[in-house]
C-alpha cells in the first residue's frame, strides 16, 4: 500500500483514532491521579493552609531574627539581664573566698552552672584563678552581685541589658499561626476519604506538631532567660611582693667569686705590661738623672 493510500484510509477513519488516543489518555491519567492520593479539593484547601498561615506570620525560619525587631507598642518589657564582676584577692585566700561564694549562692537558691578553677607557679608560689557561670533569680540579682563584691578588691564590674520583647512577641504571634494552621490540617485529615489523602495529612500534622513544640521551647528558654539572670564571675589571687625574689647567700657568694675571679684574670693580664712600661721608665729616669750629672761637671 502506498503512503498516499494509507493517509486516505487515516482520514477515512478519522474518528476512530480519535476515540482510542482518548481512552489511551484516561488510561494513563487515572492511575496518576491515584497515586498522588490528593484529590483536588483536598490539595487545592492545604496549600491554601499554607499560604494563608505564611501571609498572616511569616516563615518558620524567620523566628531567628526576631532579636531585632524592637516591639516598642509593647508596654510589658521582656529584659535579660547579664552582669560581669571580676575580683581580686590576697595570696592564699582563694580557698575561703570560694566556699563564701558557695554559702552565698546555697542561700540565695542560685545555681552554678559552669566553673573553672586553675592554678600556676610564680616565684615558688602557687597562684589561684576561677572562672564562674552564675544563675541567679533577677529579682536577686542587685543582692547577691553586692554579696559578691564583698569577697575581694572589685576589679571590674558591667551590666548588661537585653531587650528581647520583639523577640518574644514575634515567637508568640508565629506558634499562634502554627497552631491554627495545625488545627487546619486536623480538620481536613477527619474529611479526608482516600487513604493516601489521610497518610500525608498524617506527615504534615507530624511536621507542624514538631514546629508548634520547637516554638514553644524557644518560648520557654526566653521565659527562663528572663527570670533567671547570669552572673559571670572571675576570682584572681595577687600580691604586690610576687614579682620581688629575695637575694639568697649562695647566690651573693656565687656573684663575689665571680667577681674575684676577674678581678684576678684582669690582673695578670695587666701586670706583665704594668712590669715592661715600668723597666722602661726606670731606665730612662736612670739616663736623666746621668746626663744631668754630666753637665753639671
Known amino acids: 500500500m502506498s503512503l498516499k493510500e494509507q ?50 506570620g511569616g516563615s518558620y525560619d524567620s523566628y531567628k531574627n526576631y532579636s531585632q525587631n524592637f516591639a516598642p507598642q509593647v508596654e510589658n518589657r521582656k529584659i535579660v539581664k547579664t552582669a560581669n564582676l571580676g575580683l581580686e584577692t590576697k595570696v592564699g585566700k582563694f580557698s575561703e573566698v570560694d566556699s563564701k561564694l558557695r554559702e552565698v549562692i546555697k542561700s540565695s537558691d542560685s545555681f552554678i552552672l559552669n566553673e573553672n578553677i586553675y592554678s600556676n607557679k610564680v616565684n615558688s608560689r602557687e597562684i589561684f584563678s576561677g572562672n564562674y557561670v552564675i544563675k541567679v533569680n533577677t529579682d536577686k540579682l542587685e543582692n547577691i552581685t553586692n554579696q559578691l563584691k564583698d569577697l575581694g578588691k572589685v576589679t571590674r564590674f558591667t551590666m548588661g541589658v537585653d531587650d528581647v520583647t520583639g523577640q518574644y512577641t514575634n515567637v ?5 499561626v502554627e497552631r491554627e494552621r495545625l488545627l487546619r490540617y486536623q480538620e481536613m485529615y477527619e474529611d479526608a476519604e482516600l487513604i493516601n489523602d489521610k497518610i500525608e495529612l498524617n506527615d504534615r500534622i507530624f511536621n507542624q506538631e514538631r514546629t508548634i513544640k520547637y516554638l514553644e521551647d524557644s518560648i520557654r528558654d526566653i521565659d527562663q532567660r528572663i527570670d533567671y539572670s547570669t552572673i559571670n564571675l572571675t576570682v584572681n589571687e595577687k600580691s604586690d611582693y610576687l614579682g620581688i625574689a629575695f637575694v639568697k647567700l649562695s647566690d651573693l657568694v656565687r656573684s663575689f667569686i665571680n667577681s674575684l675571679n676577674s678581678l684576678i684574670r684582669l690582673v695578670v693580664l695587666i701586670l706583665p705590661w704594668v712590669i715592661i712600661i715600668g723597666f722602661f721608665y726606670a731606665i730612662n729616669r736612670f739616663f736623666k738623672k746621668e746626663g744631668t750629672k754630666v753637665r753639671k761637671k
Open 7 to 56: 493517509f486516505e484510509k487515516i482520514k477515512e477513519n478519522w474518528l476512530l483514532i480519535l476515540i482510542v488516543v482518548f481512552i489511551f489518555g484516561v488510561m494513563i491519567y487515572l492511575p496518576n491521579s491515584g497515586s498522588i492520593g490528593f484529590s483536588s479539593q483536598n490539595k487545592m484547601a492545604m496549600d491554601y493552609a499554607y499560604e494563608s498561615s505564611l501571609a498572616s
Open 172 to 176: 508568640n504571634i508565629e506558634l499562634q
